[in-house]
């Protein structure tokens, strides 16, 4: 790891000292999730930490990362912890019952070892993962937009909680969030890096939703990775804020709507992933066995720095970081925890 990646605000200061961050935590985790299950009808459900292999409900992310593995002595096989819960939490939609307009959340634990550490990306993963069933005539960039609106009105609510108990925050969140496509961007700023884009998108609007993630662009190169069995592509997205603490892009939500059958053959295709239909998973939503859904995962640190107003995702949950970092960072007033 090159301490490069990190980036060190000039003139920083933490807003709450370390304890007032541990309530503050708290007070906006419990907020938060309170509130994104009553605006998308979410009921609270028990999750693994870990997955056979074998199943396909592992999440490939980008495709790259390598999943920590371990063998369990008294069952004689090998498990990987999760990536996040994408395929998962479909299949237990399914298995409880869930009825259209109603989903599930849970909390996601997850140890990603190829991140490249910096001030946003930690070893330690941990978001809201959630998943809700809809209809055939539901899966339109219309109801996609719409929960994302419900999703940035109940951040903004959690801001105004926050702020009440914590005068020293700001309220610095936009009122309304942009919408634009991938592809939209590009044409917009040809010789920007996707990076680039998103940081020129979102400090011109404040916040937005990127739509449309995972296909290649008339550039020939995806915006960004997805895995091809779980978002359809042409109707998912991430949001993204502009943080004005670190002067970039921060994103804190990737979300969409999934995959149908016809959806998973064309994208697996694409992919190059044919193989993938053996397995248990892919074989129950190619045969229409699974609910249609939509959902995504909201990182709780990623928020949590936002709205407490750090400069390090470190100042909000306990991890590993280089000895480096942690020297640099404490130079500077970033206390990690």
Request: with cysteine; hydrophobic share 40%.
């Amino acid at each position: 790891m090159s301490v490069a990646q990190l980036l060190l605000p000039e003139h920083y200061f933490p807003k709450l000292d370390i304890l007032e961050t541990e309530v503050a935590i708290k007070l906006a985790k419990d907020t938060f999730e309170r509130e994104l299950a009553s605006a998308l009808t979410l009921t609270r459900v028990s999750a693994p930490l870990f997955v056979r292999p074998e199943t396909g409900l592992n999440d490939d992310l980008n495709g790259v990362e390598r999943p920590v593995q371990f063998d369990i002595m008294d069952i004689g096989a090998q498990v990987q912890i999760v990536h996040s819960l994408a395929k998962w939490k479909r299949m237990a939609l399914k298995r409880y019952g869930f009825r259209p307009h109603t989903g599930l959340y849970t909390d996601m634990n997850a140890i990603r070892r190829d991140e490249v550490l910096d001030n946003l990306h930690s070893v330690y993963v941990d978001q809201w993962d959630w998943e809700k069933v809809i209809t055939s005539k539901e899966r339109t960039v219309q109801v996609l937009q719409d929960t994302v609106v419900s999703i940035w009105e109940v951040l903004r609510k959690t801001q105004d909680i926050l702020a009440r108990q914590f005068p020293a925050l700001e309220r610095y969140l936009p009122e309304k969030i942009y919408f634009i496509t991938s592809q939209e961007l590009e044409d917009m700023y040809p010789q920007l890096s996707p990076k680039q884009r998103e940081d020129a998108i979102s400090k011109k609007h404040g916040a937005v939703f990127i739509r449309q993630i995972g296909g290649a662009l008339r550039s020939g190169k995806p915006h960004d990775g997805r895995a091809p069995d779980y978002d359809d592509w042409s109707l998912n997205g991430d949001i993204i804020l502009w943080y004005p603490i670190l002067e970039r892009a921060f994103e804190i939500s990737s979300m969409g709507i999934r995959v149908d059958s016809a959806a998973l053959e064309k994208q697996l295709t694409l992919a190059g992933c044919e193989q993938r239909r053996h397995l248990p998973f892919h074989k129950m939503l190619l045969n229409d066995e699974l609910p249609l859904t939509m959902g995504g995962g909201i990182g709780q640190s990623r928020i949590c720095m936002a709205l407490l107003q750090k400069a390090h995702i470190g100042e909000v949950q306990a991890s590993a970081w280089p000895e480096d970092m942690i020297d640099q960072c404490e130079a500077r007033g970033i206390h990690l925890l």
